[in-house]
């Protein structure tokens, strides 16, 4: 620790203490001397190394100067401060509890106490210990803030709002409540309050990289993407080697469609953090939207490797096989996807599609009727799966998923067009002709499959007839 102190060239001095004062002690230290009796250049060197964060330096000087001063109340919070900044947190309690009992009506001290009991989760005894520095000093901005902080943690917005608008209200320069005004109109979504209220933070502090980035994100979020990638621009400015800045650019490039760029900024962000298995999914799922699927599909397994968890990267996996028609490969990657994430509808349709790709239709329809279960609601799985009943001969179950389809969405005009081909499997012409017209009335592209397939399921008068009646429509 001596030979720390003695090597620091660099340790400035304030106003009260001479630069003669601080060599003086420097040098007493290090020679062991035992007759230290400065207390105030021991509480200038401890503030000093606090404020510039070099906790384990400051912890040192700390208790040099409690040997001298040990019930030094202000000596024994700056100690526990000292502790909860180095993550010692029952040591920093136990402190703070000597302190109190020297001075019980401190409310600084009651809110760094406040504030290490939340650090270790002890919510209730928290509030109360921010409650009693209210009770001592009811415009206390530090006591409400850390109570917003709480409240924060405990997902409560609404309350962490209103606290930190009251501490506007005693002291609007406070440092940090702009920040936190923002990240609370953020979560209750309210993009342009927060997109204020961090434009205020940042106006106070410009060179605070987070407040720009977690503005970005908010623009980015709101589809503001040029004003997002600005802001993380500025970020990136004051701090480079800030990966989770390069990967939410990345985002917001290829929000806006620029993948050349998107692509830039992912392998940016891979260059600070090579193993971030969602960086890795990104940069696939660019190539994968470039139809670049081989080289995707390199991405997307390094992502894997990473998390064997990654449901989201073994369905964009999948989704590279199936468009190289390699269905095995792709069958495998959805339904594990499927096994890690079982509630997610997007996995079980691609199981349904990839097994009808591999002929698989039984499992098709399995899977579809799986979807449905899950989304009664969802108009094109019971389409999809009266088409596929249909294609396997099973008319009734065909037309009662089709109808079904037709009732929850009436404008779509797949669902009447495969119902027509159900009726005329059934000989159902009239029904046929009807469901036929209003799938071309809502959907026209539809003409040339249906003059395709008329052949095949009625004679050529009927054709004819039919066909006098579609051009009247």
């Not at 917005?157 to 501490?167: C, G, P, S």
């Not at 390069?246 to 993948?259: I, K, L, R, S, V």
């Given at each position: 620790m001596y030979d720390d102190f003695e090597n620091n060239n660099e340790l400035p001095t304030n106003d009260q203490t001479s630069d003669d004062d601080i060599h003086r002690f420097k040098e007493m230290i290090s020679n062991g001397g035992k007759d230290i009796n400065n207390p105030e250049a021991l509480e200038e060197i401890v503030q000093f190394y606090f404020n510039h964060e070099v906790f384990?330096?400051?912890?040192?000087?700390?208790?040099?100067?409690?040997?001298?001063e040990p019930y030094n109340a202000d000596a024994l919070q700056r100690k526990g401060m000292i502790l909860n900044n180095l993550g010692h947190y029952d040591?920093?309690?136990?402190?703070?509890?000597?302190?109190?009992?020297?001075?019980?009506?401190?409310?600084?001290?009651?809110?760094?106490?406040?504030?290490?009991?939340?650090?270790?989760?002890?919510?209730?005894?928290?509030?109360?210990?921010?409650?009693?520095?209210?009770?001592?000093?009811?415009?206390?901005?530090?006591?409400?803030?850390?109570?917003?902080?709480?409240?924060?943690?405990l997902n409560?917005?609404?309350?962490?709002?209103?606290?930190?608008?009251?501490?506007?209200?005693?002291?609007?320069?406070?440092p940090d409540v702009w920040y936190e005004l923002g990240y609370c109109y953020d979560y209750l979504n309210k993009p342009e309050e927060s997109i204020h209220c961090y434009d205020e933070y940042i106006e106070r502090d410009p060179f605070n990289y987070q407040a720009w980035y977690n503005k970005g994100i908010v623009l980015n979020r709101n589809g503001h993407y040029s004003e997002a990638i600005q802001s993380y621009e500025f970020a990136?400015?004051?701090?480079?080697?800030?990966?989770?800045?390069?990967?939410?650019?990345?985002?917001?490039?290829?929000?806006?469609?620029?993948?050349?760029k998107a692509l830039e900024c992912y392998f940016k962000a891979l260059k600070y953090d090579p193993n971030d298995p969602d960086t890795l999914h990104n940069v696939a799922n660019v190539l994968e939207q470039q139809e670049q699927y081989s080289e995707a599909i390199t991405y997307y397994t390094k992502a894997i490797i990473l998390d064997a968890t990654y449901a989201e990267a073994y369905y964009g996996r999948g989704c590279c096989y199936d468009a190289l028609q390699q269905y095995e490969e792709a069958a495998k990657d959805f339904h594990k996807a499927v096994e890690l994430d079982p509630d997610n509808s997007e996995y079980w349709y691609a199981c349904a599609d990839v097994e009808y790709n591999r002929g698989n239709i039984e499992a098709s329809i399995t899977h579809y009727k799986k979807i449905i279960e899950m989304e009664p609601y969802n108009y094109e799985a019971w389409y999809d799966l009266g088409d596929t009943l249909l294609e396997v001969g099973l008319y009734e179950e065909a037309r009662e998923a089709l109808e079904q389809s037709i009732h929850i969405e009436p404008e779509f005009g797949p669902s009447y067009f495969s119902l027509g081909k159900v009726f005329f499997s059934l000989r159902m012409y009239r029904e046929a002709i009807k469901a036929f017209s209003t799938a071309l009335k809502l959907s026209p592209d539809l003409k040339e499959d249906l003059l395709y397939l008329i052949p095949k399921f009625i004679s050529w008068k009927i054709v004819k007839n039919f066909s006098t009646k579609t051009k009247s429509m």
């Open positions: 384990d330096e400051a912890l040192y000087y700390v208790d040099r100067l409690l040997e001298f040591e920093a309690l136990e402190i703070f509890q000597k302190a109190l009992n020297l001075n019980p009506s401190d409310a600084e001290l009651y809110v760094n106490y406040g504030i290490t009991l939340d650090n270790v989760n002890r919510i209730d005894e928290a509030m109360d210990a921010f409650n009693h520095a209210l009770e001592l000093d009811p415009l206390n901005s530090d006591a409400l803030f850390h109570k917003g902080v709480t409240y924060e943690k409560n917005y609404e309350e962490a709002l209103r606290i930190f608008k009251a501490v506007i209200q005693i002291d609007p320069e406070h990136l400015a004051i701090k480079e080697d800030f990966p989770a800045c390069w990967y939410n650019m990345g985002n917001a490039y290829a929000n806006a469609g620029d993948f050349t």
